[in-house]
C-alpha cells in the first residue's frame, strides 16, 4: 500500500538512503532537516522525484512544527514518522551536555508532540547500542541495567522512554531500533569518514584515535534499512524494540579499519596510534551485540562487521565526498 512517509534527519546519512528506498517503493516522503549534520548532496537524487518534498528546519523548536503544522497541507497525510534526526558527535555532546538534551532528547520529544497533534499512529525511533554503557555481556533487547556513559546515549535513553509513555495515548506502534555502528556511502561522521577525511588531508600519515584496539560491530547500512523496513512490516506489538546487528558475534577492531582503509585508499601511510583504549570520553570501546530477536521474527544479514567495513570502505574511498 502507497503511503506517506516523514523521515526528520532525511538529509544525513542513514535518513536520506532511508528516503530513497521508501521512493523506491512508490511512497511519498517528507523529508525534514535542519542541515547542522546533513547535507543536501545525500539527498540530490530524492529531489529530483515528485514524490518527495523537503522541509528545512529544526524539529527540536515547537514554533518550527506550529508553523508547518499550519502550512504544509501534505503533513496531513503522514501515515508514519520516521525520527532519525538527532546529534550524531558524541563527543561534541560530551563537552557540551546540551548539544544532545536538544539534538537528540529535544528533537525526539518535540517529534513526538508533532505524531500526537497530527494523530499519526506509527512511530519508528532510531536508538542506539550507547543506551547499554559499559555492559559486558552481549548486549540484547533486555540487556540491563541501562547506563549510558555519554550524553548522547542517555538523551537517547530518555528519547525511548518518552516513545513508549506516548503509546498510553496516541501511538498504536512504536518501533525502537538500537543500531549499532552503522557504515556505508554518504556518511556524515565516523571511523570510515574520519579516516578518510585525515588521508584526504594528509596521505602519509593517519593518526588514530585510541590504541586501535575498540572492536565492536558494524552493520552495512542497506542491511540496516532491510531491517527496519522488515520489522515494521512484520512485529506489530504497541512497542517493539529490536537490536540489528551484522551476521557472526565477532566485531571489528579499529586497527583492522585504519589498515583496511589506508590498502584501499592506495597511499604511503604511517599509521600512528594513540595510548588510550577508548577513543573519546564516552566511546564504548568493545560491545557484542545478539540478534536473536530479530532473527526469530525471521530477518537476518548477510554481511559480517568485517564484510560491512570492507564494502564501505570502498564506496566512501570511490565517493570521496568527505565533508568534515
Ligand atoms: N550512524 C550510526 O552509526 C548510528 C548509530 C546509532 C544510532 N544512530 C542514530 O541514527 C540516526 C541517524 O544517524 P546518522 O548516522 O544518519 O546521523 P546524521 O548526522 O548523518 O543524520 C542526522 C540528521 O539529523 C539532522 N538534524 C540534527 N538535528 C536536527 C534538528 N534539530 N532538526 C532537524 N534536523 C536535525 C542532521 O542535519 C542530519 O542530517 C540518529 O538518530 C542517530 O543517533 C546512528
Same mark, same amino acid.
Given at each position: *500500500?502507497?503511503?506517506?512517509?516523514?523521515?526528520?534527519?532525511?538529509?544525513?546519512?542513514?535518513?536520506?538512503?532511508?528516503?530513497?528506498?521508501?521512493?523506491?517503493?512508490? &511512497?511519498?516522503?517528507?523529508?525534514?532537516?535542519?542541515?547542522?549534520? @546533513?547535507?543536501? !548532496?545525500?539527498? #540530490?537524487?530524492?529531489?529530483?522525484?515528485?514524490?518527495?518534498?523537503?522541509? !528545512? @528546519?529544526?524539529?527540536?523548536?515547537?514554533?518550527?512544527?506550529?508553523?508547518?503544522?499550519?502550512?504544509?497541507?501534505?503533513?496531513?497525510?503522514?501515515?508514519?514518522?520516521?525520527?532519525?534526526?538527532?546529534?550524531?558527535?558524541?563527543? #561534541?555532546?560530551?563537552?557540551?551536555?546540551?548539544?544532545?538534551?536538544?539534538?537528540?532528547?529535544? =528533537?525526539?520529544? &518535540?517529534?513526538?508532540?508533532?505524531?500526537?497533534? *497530527?494523530?499519526?499512529?506509527?512511530?519508528?525511533?532510531?536508538? $542506539?547500542?550507547? %543506551?547499554?554503557?559499559?555492559?559486558?555481556?552481549?548486549?540484547?533487547?533486555?540487556?540491563?541495567?541501562? /547506563?549510558?556513559?555519554?550524553?548522547?546515549?542517555?538523551?537517547?535513553?530518555?528519547?525511548?522512554?518518552? #516513545?513508549?509513555?506516548? $503509546?498510553?495515548?496516541?501511538?498504536?506502534?512504536?518501533?525502537?531500533?538500537?543500531?549499532? /555502528?552503522? +557504515?556505508?556511502?554518504?556518511?556524515?561522521?565516523?571511523?570510515?569518514?574520519?579516516?578518510?577525511?585525515?588521508?584526504?588531508?594528509?596521505?602519509?600519515?593517519?593518526?588514530?584515535?585510541?590504541? @586501535?584496539?575498540?572492536?565492536?560491530?558494524?552493520?552495512? %547500512?542497506?542491511?540496516?534499512?532491510?531491517? *527496519?523496513?522488515?520489522? +515494521?512490516?512484520?512485529?506489530?506489538?504497541?512497542?517493539?524494540?529490536?537490536?540489528?546487528?551484522?551476521?557472526? =558475534?565477532?566485531?571489528? $577492531?579499529?586497527?583492522?579499519?585504519?589498515?583496511?582503509? +589506508?590498502?584501499?585508499?592506495?597511499?604511503? =601511510?604511517?599509521?600512528?596510534?594513540? =595510548?588510550?583504549?577508548?577513543?573519546?570520553?564516552?566511546?564504548?570501546?568493545?560491545?557484542?551485540?545478539?540478534?536473536?530477536?530479530?532473527?526469530?521474527?525471521?530477518?537476518?544479514?548477510?554481511?559480517?562487521?568485517?564484510? #560491512?567495513?570492507?564494502?564501505?570502505?570502498?564506496?566512501?574511498?570511490?565517493?570521496?565526498?568527505?565533508?568534515?
Amino acid at each position: *500500500m502507497i503511503q506517506t512517509h516523514l523521515v526528520t534527519g532525511g538529509a544525513g546519512f542513514i535518513g536520506s538512503h532511508l528516503c530513497d528506498r521508501l521512493l523506491s517503493s512508490g &511512497h511519498f516522503v517528507i523529508a525534514i532537516d535542519d542541515f547542522s549534520l @546533513g547535507n543536501r !548532496e545525500n539527498i #540530490a537524487q530524492a529531489s529530483t522525484n515528485n514524490r518527495f518534498l523537503l522541509i !528545512e @528546519g529544526d524539529v527540536s523548536c515547537p514554533l518550527f512544527w506550529e508553523k508547518i503544522l499550519k502550512e504544509q497541507s501534505r503533513l496531513a497525510a503522514t501515515d508514519v514518522i520516521w525520527h532519525m534526526a538527532a546529534n550524531s558527535d558524541i563527543s #561534541a555532546g560530551v563537552l557540551d551536555a546540551t548539544v544532545d538534551l536538544k539534538k537528540t532528547f529535544l =528533537t525526539s520529544f &518535540h517529534t513526538l508532540e508533532a505524531a500526537r497533534t *497530527m494523530e499519526v499512529k506509527r512511530f519508528v525511533l532510531a536508538s $542506539t547500542s550507547a %543506551v547499554y554503557g559499559e555492559l559486558q555481556t552481549p548486549l540484547h533487547e533486555d540487556s540491563a541495567p541501562l /547506563n549510558p556513559i555519554s550524553n548522547y546515549g542517555a538523551m537517547k535513553l530518555a528519547s525511548e522512554a518518552a #516513545a513508549t509513555a506516548l $503509546t498510553s495515548s496516541c501511538l498504536d506502534r512504536l518501533w525502537i531500533f538500537r543500531f549499532p /555502528n552503522v +557504515v556505508g556511502s554518504r556518511s556524515t561522521h565516523g571511523v570510515i569518514h574520519d579516516f578518510v577525511r585525515k588521508l584526504n588531508a594528509n596521505p602519509s600519515r593517519l593518526d588514530v584515535l585510541g590504541n @586501535g584496539t575498540q572492536c565492536k560491530p558494524y552493520l552495512h %547500512v542497506e542491511e540496516l534499512l532491510n531491517a *527496519m523496513l522488515y520489522v +515494521v512490516d512484520h512485529a506489530d506489538q504497541t512497542v517493539n524494540r529490536y537490536l540489528i546487528g551484522p551476521q557472526g =558475534t565477532t566485531g571489528t $577492531t579499529v586497527k583492522h579499519i585504519a589498515e583496511s582503509v +589506508v590498502r584501499v585508499y592506495g597511499a604511503e =601511510t604511517q599509521i600512528e596510534y594513540g =595510548t588510550s583504549n577508548r577513543g573519546w570520553v564516552g566511546d564504548v570501546p568493545q560491545f557484542s551485540y545478539s540478534i536473536e530477536r530479530i532473527s526469530a521474527l525471521g530477518w537476518q544479514p548477510d554481511l559480517s562487521s568485517d564484510q #560491512a567495513i570492507e564494502r564501505a570502505i570502498r564506496e566512501i574511498v570511490a565517493e570521496r565526498r568527505i565533508h568534515s
